[in-house]
């Protein structure tokens, strides 16, 4: 498989209007991702985006709201979705150790590179860029 994962906190951006330049550029290359057949995100991503914006963002969504846009991306055909096993959790685990990374971080790392996924569009390039064989893209650059 191909494609690139959209990290949550890109899509916090896309729907969070605090920073109108973030805002913009995060939903301009999400928009291109999911224009040519590309984008990708994981159950974690839908899980992380549901808890920011109910609580991490300066004004929170209501969690109708949340669990609207959440629905939105989870039922997106256009967006091809991958999960986790409990064997991607170990293997998560052994990554962060030897990496030195969040736990997070190297379970979304773990998951993509299972499902063949070799590029993540984050902000966080400084845990995924110490991830042998992923590419980091930061739209915010």
């Known amino acids: 498989m191909s494609g690139t994962l959209i990290d ?59 669990a609207r846009v959440v629905r939105g991306f989870a039922e997106s055909p256009a967006i091809t979705k991958l999960t986790y096993t409990a064997e991607t959790v170990v293997k998560a685990a052994n990554l962060s150790a030897e990496r030195r990374i969040p736990f997070w971080d190297a379970l979304l790392a773990a998951t993509m590179l299972e499902a063949g996924v070799f590029t993540i569009c984050t902000e966080d390039e400084k845990d995924f860029s110490r991830v042998p064989g992923l590419k980091v893209v930061n739209p915010l650059q």
């Open 8 to 66: 949550t906190n890109i899509l916090v951006y896309v729907i969070d209007n605090q920073d109108a330049r973030k805002r913009e550029a995060c939903k301009r290359e999400v928009d291109r991702l999911i224009a040519s057949g590309q984008a990708v995100i994981s159950n974690q991503v839908l899980a992380e985006l549901f808890s920011v914006l109910t609580s991490k963002i300066g004004i929170p969504l209501p969690s109708e709201e949340a």
